[in-house]
């Protein structure tokens, strides 16, 4: 049985991933466990994959209790998952990752409404833009700087109206909750090396949430690295 389901569960995670190199798989379950379905438990780990568009540098996850459609598996049709289960590991993203997955629709969108929501905040900022929905506005020249324990982000925002305007915040970052995600001490730069700039204190500790389905336990930002460790749900895709 491990015979066939290996390379069905490589094939299915090298279909998720744009690109991958030294996919590192393991599965542990015996064959009754594989003929009704279940996979006790897989480890994987690659280097410089690239999921919907976001370049990751080093993954190592866990998964445990994993069903899958075996049956079908075995008459040659796809590996699909039937039931939703957590991924444990650790995730390391190097500085030009992050810039290479900000050119991503996925991070991108992210980022304009992280910055709208900064912007919509500050009301010395100008109207069009704080009236604008994330769809209405277009992120230029995005780009990230690690540094120890802060980020620095800087972007220019255009809007449908040809309004551009330039942003450079520096923050602190600080999980509560496992997935909110807090500024600590943000600050406004005139430019990305700028050594100082105007605090934010009105948005110092303003939190994002990143959903249910996440729960982090570190976050350690670095100089031209992050590397977070902790737990998402995987679900199955919608037929």
Known sequence: M???????????????????DDLQLAIEAGDRQLLSGCIKRISVSARNAVYRGLYLSQVSIVGEQICTN?????????????????????VLLYEADLNASLQAPLLAQGVIEFLLTLLQADGDKEDDLRQRTPEEIRLQDPQVVLGDG??????????????????????GLRLSE??????????WLPHVNARQGFPLRDLDGFAFDLGSDVSLRTLSLEPGQIRCQGQIMVSPEEE
């Not at 491990?2 to 991958?20: D, G, K, N, Y």
């Open 70 to 90: 075996v049956a079908q598996v075995l008459r040659g049709k796809p590996l699909r998952l039937t039931q939703a289960f957590p991924i444990v590991g650790e």
């Open 150 to 171: 802060q980020v620095t982000l800087a972007a220019t925002l255009l809007s449908v109206s040809g309004q551009t305007t330039a942003v450079v915040i520096r923050t």
């Open 178 to 187: 496992g997935n909110k995600l807090h500024l600590d001490r943000p600050h």
């Open 2 to 20: 491990s015979t066939v389901l290996s390379p069905a569960v490589r094939l299915w995670l090298r279909s998720q991933l744009e690109h991958v």
